[in-house]
């Protein structure tokens, strides 16, 4: 089975005329109560796409957000057995401006999600897990311990390097604890102080990352596909999927839960990041976060083609 250690958040969406400058009122033309947090959309893009069980390991807090995340994580048929409830802790939020031009802003309060104790979660969350997704919203430490976790329950690992940390050197045991790191261009650069303008560079931010303890560097370069370095697999590229973009939230979380279904169906790396990149493509041809992943038809359907 798939499980992801991360974030869940209740996204609250206000869409305006012009987003809201300090002194003046903005009022909205409509609302919407969504699902977000990197693990829960890396859950949810998972779930889509395969019949396995997906479950989540995520904080949630005290109030009433907790009932809803949880409602919004079942309705998209995400396991919830291992949702985490912390004392006094305000479940995370994101408070988001939408204006009529598409430009947004986003406040997120992490609440719960960065309340995890040192120890992590309970290490049973990941027996007989074949893959485990991770990403940088939730403590360096808890992390740290759930990919150790999850190593030893045999799982292969896959680490999202994002939000962008600032410096490798902030996430030096995760690095080491990752079987696979996806890396964007922009989390490329701050991971190895490299600037990514093409596959040439990228490639070379790949190996530099593989000296840091990585098994394999996969760095995501939105419409220009992907490239990878791997101990086991050598060094490759994939082309992008042509599609008519529209939104590119979430594309990344789209990619790496598609990535653990393709890895957790026996899929070597190469056609495994080739299923990805369909998956992320996809999820840029619709606006939304978890609501954007693709189905498993139309994924190969476009593989297809
Ligand atoms: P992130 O969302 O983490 O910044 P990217 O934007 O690089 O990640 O997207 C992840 C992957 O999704 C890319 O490597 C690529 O395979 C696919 N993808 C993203 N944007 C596009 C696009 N406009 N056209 C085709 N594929 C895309």
């Not at 009529?100 to 979660?121: C, E, K, L, R």
């Not at 529209?246 to 080739?274: I, K, W």
Request: net charge negative; hydrophobic share 45%; glycine share 10%.
């Amino acid at each position: 089975s798939i499980t992801v250690f991360g974030s869940i958040n209740v996204d609250l969406t206000a869409y305006v005329d012009s987003l809201p400058v300090p002194g003046v009122t903005a009022h909205a033309r409509s609302y919407t109560t969504g699902l977000g947090g990197k693990g829960a959309n890396q859950a949810v893009a998972a779930q889509r796409l395969s019949q396995q069980p997906v479950k989540l390991v995520a904080a949630i807090g005290e109030d009433a957000f907790a009932e809803q995340a949880i409602s919004l994580l079942t309705h998209y048929g995400v396991g919830v057995d291992n949702l985490v409830r912390i004392e006094q802790a305000d479940t995370g939020i994101a408070l988001i401006h939408v204006d009529a031009h598409s430009q947004n802003t986003i406040t997120v309060v992490g609440g719960a999600n960065m309340n995890w104790p040192n120890s992590g979660p309970a290490s049973e969350c990941f027996q007989s897990t074949q893959v485990a997704l991770f990403q940088l919203e939730t403590p360096i430490s808890a992390t740290a311990a759930a990919m150790s976790s999850a190593r030893s329950a045999g799982a292969v690992t896959i680490l999202d390097p994002a939000p962008a940390p600032g410096s490798a050197e902030r996430i030096e045991t995760l690095l080491k604890l990752a079987d696979i790191l996806t890396p964007n261009e922009n989390e490329a650069a701050t991971l190895t102080g490299i600037r990514i303008g093409n596959e040439q560079n990228a490639l070379d931010a790949a190996r530099v990352l593989l000296k840091k303890g990585v098994g394999t560097a996969v760095v995501k370069l939105g419409a220009k596909g992907l490239v990878y370095a791997s101990h086991q697999y050598g060094e490759g590229q994939v082309a992008p999927f042509t599609v008519q973009a529209v939104d590119t939230v979430a594309a990344g979380d789209c990619f790496n839960g598609a990535l653990a279904v393709a890895l957790s169906e026996g899929r070597t790396l190469p056609e495994a990041l080739r299923f990805a990149a369909a998956a992320g493509a996809l999820a840029t041809t619709r606006q939304g976060a978890a609501s954007a992943a693709p189905t498993r038809s139309e994924l190969e359907q476009l593989m297809a083609n």
